[in-house]
């Protein structure tokens, strides 16, 4: 997988958010502004304020109430049921912010009574229903989930107040507030309630879903060591299985969301623009895509993951290389603002710091000359180095992702946000565009895309390792991505030294983990974290 970083300097805080006016009770928990004074609070909970509408509009949803009792849509023509299906869905929108201001106002005035009150109780509902809960279970015929829901969502209402005003204005429907409760945790609530203008801004233009996306972005910036986290949770989620199924076999799994994007974007690549009279569903062709990487797309109009041109030798790990010496790679855009990638590479700097210190005592605890500063500890390690040779380079991958707090995170191009590792790992083996934009994203300049690592040298690379150089691991280059250290760390009398070929999987985990790797002249020596050895492998002209 090749990746091309769309780099741009403009972040989040340079988008100006719409101005949204709010009045507020000033005895309120921050609710909008319903109409109540607060003299209201005092009182009866059964009183009510003039010019609240309230009553007006409790009276005309009776009116429709009775409406709908009486209104057959199973005889109406298509475009009289199109027509109602509009206006109820038009009508729904206000509704539903109606009904999550109406359930929070009313929890705020019992909660003010209950602590008012001589024993702390909420006082009983007027009507039937005497609590909160059975007005929405047993009044409105739902389930307790649900009103679980709808309690949720108000109390998300009133914890945001920009986004319960475009709400109960019709602006957004009441999804918004469920990506809010689910993606932000407690801890970041008080600062999403800062910030709560940015992300009305976000969410005034972008679909549930894309905000969904904005949402995670946001949590990324203000918390990158929890975004580690989730990285390690997923990576063990991954998983893939085929089995028979009829006379057929069925495929089930589940990716993260950088693998996914590769693998979408490689099947995309496969299928190309359809023609004008292929008539296939989307799934045949992608059906017939992902046979087309397995089996190579030879004798189809698309060469991707082929070799260009005919009769050329296969490399001995089963990899076709192409004429300019490279591996053919699916293409992904990974945007990344540029102060991002500034901080990321000073937080690898400092990461791998750390590692040297933290793996240092466990790889050279004494000072010495003859092999430079990499390899002052080898003549401590006879047997290493009578059977690996002496140190050309130590390779480490740390980052210290404390440092990308504030820092809007890199994103896929659906807007899924990296980790700091994630965006670590591509920066080892990708292709990087400087792209500039105004204030309106508008763009002013673009760069030809720069190689990190050049060709000629990722051939070099592959020629000497010919496969995943991870312990145990013997993928070949087909599946193979560079890892190399960082500008600053290289050791190695040259730049093929500070690098070895690691197959995708093993390259995450290698940034995920932080683990060293020490280039021998006859092999690697990779060590974790915490110093601990995690193995050995040997260069091919060694075994």
Known sequence: MTTLFDVEPISLEHQTPPEVSVRKDPASRGLPFMGTSPADTNGPLQGGSEGSGCAELADALARVTAL????????????????????????????????????????????????????GRKPPLPGKERTLAD???????????????????????????????????????????DVLTSVIRPRLKERAQEDEAALLAIALNEPVEHFKKGVKSWVVKQQPARAEAEVKKEAAQESFSVFPDGNGYRLSGWLAGMNGTALKQALRDIVGVPAKDDYRHPKQRDAEALMGLVFGPAGSSSQIGTAAGSGQDRDCAGSTPLSNGTIARHEILVHVPFSTLVQTEKAIERGCKELERSTGAELCATTGVGLGRRGECLDQRPQQAADLGGVLAMIRAGIDGDMLEGFAPAALPDGSPLAPSQLARLMCDSHMTRFVVNARGEPLDVSYRQRLFSQRQAKAVVGRDRHCQFPGCTRGPEQGEIHHAQEWEKGGATVIDNAVLLCFAHHAVIHREQITIAHHLGGFVFTGKDGKRVGTSRTRANL
């Open 68 to 119: 709908c009792r009486g209104t057959r849509v199973s005889v109406a023509g298509l475009e009289e049921a199109a027509s109602l299906l509009t206006a109820v869905k038009e009508a729904s929108r206000y509704l539903d912010g109606i009904k999550l201001s109406a359930i929070a106002r009313i929890d705020e005035l019992q909660t003010r009574q209950a602590e008012a009150s001589v024993d």
């Open 135 to 177: 007005t929405l279970t047993s009044g409105g015929m739902q389930s307790q989930a649900q009103t679980g829901r709808d309690m949720k969502q108000a109390r998300a209402f009133s914890a945001f107040p920009l986004f319960g005003e475009a709400i109960e204005k019709g602006r957004l429907s009441d999804a918004y507030l």
